[in-house]
């Protein structure tokens, strides 16, 4: 049985201010993302220069702040929101849902590639390979942090979180959804995307795995304590907002090959 090693959440403290390393994992996910970015840019077939890769960064970061945080009010907490809506402004409380930052990453590539003059499809195909980095240093945050563990158990790397409310062991699932969303998923779209696909297959490939990977874990993840299990004694919210990815990532799939046959 292993021990949290209950790291202090706050990186930095000057006085009043302080950085937690939830915030510098997302700094790290969208610096690295912004530096493989360009190398990406470098392509001959690539839709967007090297300078305009840092533009692009900025609309992405908005969709993913803006819209992690509202998918988590409305997916995870509504009824919190609706009993008090201005707690959808304070982010410094923590909460925040890949499936709402995903929703806002597509409004800000379409918004973005209106203004560059490409299509949304285009820009969804490059940026879909650099994600994974992100999500890999959120979910390094929330080990830091010692939140969303997993289930009790008796594996021999199970943990025991100070955060838990008991001393049981526990699946480290933040270490799982890393290994899978963060690293798999990157390696997987990294060596895809390499050379190029049909338009919307990248993009089609990143939604089946994820939606797969995260489904996976879900199963041995705690499920949110203010929503529980939704359906039969195991089914979750991220299981119910990740099957529709699995869907639409197929279809995507084969809809990109099939339109590049004919």
């Not at 090297?50 to 009824?79: K, P, T």
């Not at 992100?134 to 199970?158: C, Q, S, Y």
């Amino acid at each position: 049985m292993l021990q949290h090693p209950q790291i202090d959440p706050v990186a930095i403290a000057i006085g009043p201010l302080k950085i937690h390393w939830y915030g510098l994992t997302y700094l790290v996910g969208f610096l690295v993302g912004w530096w493989l970015g360009r190398l990406r840019a470098r392509k001959p077939w690539s839709p967007i220069t090297e300078v305009q890769m840092g533009d692009m960064l900025f609309y992405i970061a908005l969709g993913v702040i803006l819209g992690g945080r509202f998918g988590y009010v409305i997916f995870y907490n509504f009824s919190a929101f609706a009993d008090d809506p201005l707690m959808l402004l304070r982010v410094w409380e923590g909460g925040m849902s890949f499936h709402g930052g995903l929703l806002g990453v597509i409004f800000a590539m379409w918004w973005f590639g209106r203004k560059v003059d490409r299509t949304f499809w285009q820009i969804a195909d490059f940026v879909a390979p650099l994600v994974p980095v992100g999500l890999g240093a959120g979910r390094i945050g929330n080990f830091i942090n010692g939140e969303l563990w997993g289930k009790p158990t008796d594996v021999a790397w199970g943990m025991v979180f100070r955060t838990a409310p008991d001393s049981l062991a526990r699946h480290p699932s933040q270490l799982y959804q890393f290994a899978l969303e963060g690293v798999l998923l990157f390696i997987v779209l990294w060596w895809f995307s390499s050379k190029p696909r049909p338009r919307m297959a990248v993009s089609g490939l990143f939604l089946a795995c994820y939606g797969i990977f995260r489904f996976l874990v879900e199963f041995v993840r705690q499920p949110d304590p203010q929503l529980g299990y939704l359906a039969f004694d195991w089914l979750t919210m991220g299981q119910v907002l990740s099957f529709p990815m699995i869907l639409a990532g197929a279809a995507l799939i084969v809809l990109a090959y099939r339109r590049n046959a004919e």
